[in-house]
Structures are given as structure tokens and as C-alpha cells.
């Protein structure tokens, strides 16, 4: 049982790059997640899904999309990488009868 | 909108004394839950304690124990005996019991304990 994974731990893009985080829980949580967390800053919601087939905008989604096709997976695709997106990136699912979230490790992304 | 405020960006503490993280947070909602999340150098994001709303009684786990005020909209985190392996940032947050359960987080305030 991994909890939530996602990969890469770590990139560097350039500007204009494109890419696609990826997310995956095996606990089979109908609730997940995107946030980022900027330097010295607590975390800001991008994107969020209540079951395959259902995402919607968090806080801050803007240069930002996301799929649901599975339960299990979650990516976050960057289209045309700015500098403002360099944060860490984590990952959280959501289940149970609280809905406590586990957070995946975190992919720290620098965009230059 | 839900916010939630951390006054103290960085307290430190000597090891073994006692630390208190102070949190305040809007909503107009009358049930919720409040975290404490912590964050090592790791980055990864451990659940140090919750707390219902509906509850009366402050939650403890082991070292860790809230004073939750909810008239007052306050939330703060009591560390005692505090250990090196309690630095790290910390961090508040709200969820709504309705909807998605998003969380909403508070600025951080990074602990260091000074042996």
C-alpha cells in the first residue's frame, strides 16, 4: 500500500515547455487533489476531482488541466511553462468517513 | 471565503519546554474541522492533529493538544516537551464538511528548537 505517489520528484523546464504531473493513490479514494506551495507560503488549491470524470477549478488554476479518467489517477498538465509556475507541487487524496487527505511526496518544478 | 491566519511566521523554542502556534480563521459556517499539519526539511505533509468542530473538547495526541475557541474563531497548537524532531514549518487549516472537503491553509510558521 503506497498511499500517493507522484513522479517526477523533481524537473526543470524552460519557458514555453510543456508537461504533465503525475498523481496515483491505491487507497481507493473517490476525492483528490492539486495544490502548490510557493516559497515560505502555505498550500493553494488548484484542482480538485470527486470521482473520475469530475474535476473542478480551485483557487488557483489558472495555466493549468487536469483529467480524471480513473479513480486512481490524477495528472496536472502545465501547458506553455511560465516562471510564476516554479513551486512544489503535491498531490492529496481524500476518502474514508472524515475524508482525511494523504499527501503525496511533493515534485518540486523550476521553470527558467 | 474560508481564511485562516497565522500570526507568527517563526517561533523557536528550547528543547524540552513548551510551544504555542497560534491560528485564527474566518467562516461563516457553523460546523468544520481544524488541522495541524506538519512540514519537515522532507516536505512531506504529516497530519499532526484534528479537531470537530462540534466538539467541545480540545483533541490531544500524545505531546500535541489544541485550544480550540470556537466563539473566537481561534485554534492554536501546544507543543510539550518539545524534541529536535519537532522543527519543522507548521501549519493550520480549515475544511467545510459540505462539498468537496477542501482545504484551506494558513501562511506557515516554521518551529526551530534549540537543543
Known amino acids: 500500500n503506497a498511499g500517493v505517489t507522484q513522479t517526477p520528484k523533481f524537473r526543470i523546464l524552460k519557458i514555453g515547455q510543456s508537461m504533465t504531473l503525475q498523481c496515483t493513490q491505491d487507497m481507493?479514494?473517490?476525492y483528490m487533489y492539486w495544490y502548490r506551495q510557493d516559497p515560505g507560503m502555505g498550500l493553494k488549491l488548484i484542482y480538485y476531482s470527486v470521482g473520475a470524470g469530475i474535476t473542478d477549478k480551485g483557487e488557483v488554476p489558472n495555466g493549468y488541466n487536469v483529467s480524471r479518467s480513473t479513480t486512481e489517477d490524477f495528472p496536472l498538465r502545465l501547458e506553455l511553462a511560465a516562471p510564476s509556475q516554479?513551486?512544489?507541487y503535491?498531490?492529496?487524496g481524500a476518502g474514508g468517513p472524515v475524508y482525511e487527505q494523504y499527501f503525496g511526496p511533493g515534485t518540486r518544478l523550476t521553470v527558467t | 471565503a474560508q481564511t485562516v491566519t497565522q500570526s507568527q511566521p517563526e517561533m523557536?523554542?528550547?528543547e524540552a519546554e513548551t510551544v504555542t502556534l497560534s491560528c485564527t480563521y474566518d467562516t461563516s459556517e457553523s460546523d468544520y474541522y481544524l488541522f495541524w499539519y506538519k512540514q519537515p526539511p522532507s516536505r512531506q505533509m504529516i497530519l499532526v492533529i484534528r479537531q470537530e468542530a462540534y466538539k467541545q473538547q480540545n483533541a490531544t495526541e500524545n505531546r500535541?493538544?489544541?485550544n480550540f475557541q470556537?466563539?473566537?474563531k481561534s485554534f492554536s497548537l501546544k507543543i510539550s516537551d518539545s524534541q529536535l524532531g519537532d522543527a519543522a514549518m507548521y501549519f493550520c487549516a480549515?475544511?467545510?464538511i459540505q462539498g468537496a472537503q477542501?482545504?484551506?491553509?494558513?501562511?506557515g510558521t516554521r518551529l526551530t528548537i534549540n537543543p
Open chain 1, 28 to 30: 481507493n479514494h473517490n
Open chain 2, 102 to 107: 477542501k482545504l484551506v491553509f494558513g501562511q
Open chain 2, 70 to 72: 470556537k466563539a473566537a
Open chain 2, 12 to 14: 523557536s523554542v528550547q
Open chain 1, 90 to 92: 503535491f498531490c492529496a
Open chain 2, 64 to 66: 500535541f493538544s489544541v
Open chain 1, 86 to 88: 516554479t513551486s512544489v
Open chain 2, 94 to 96: 480549515y475544511r467545510g
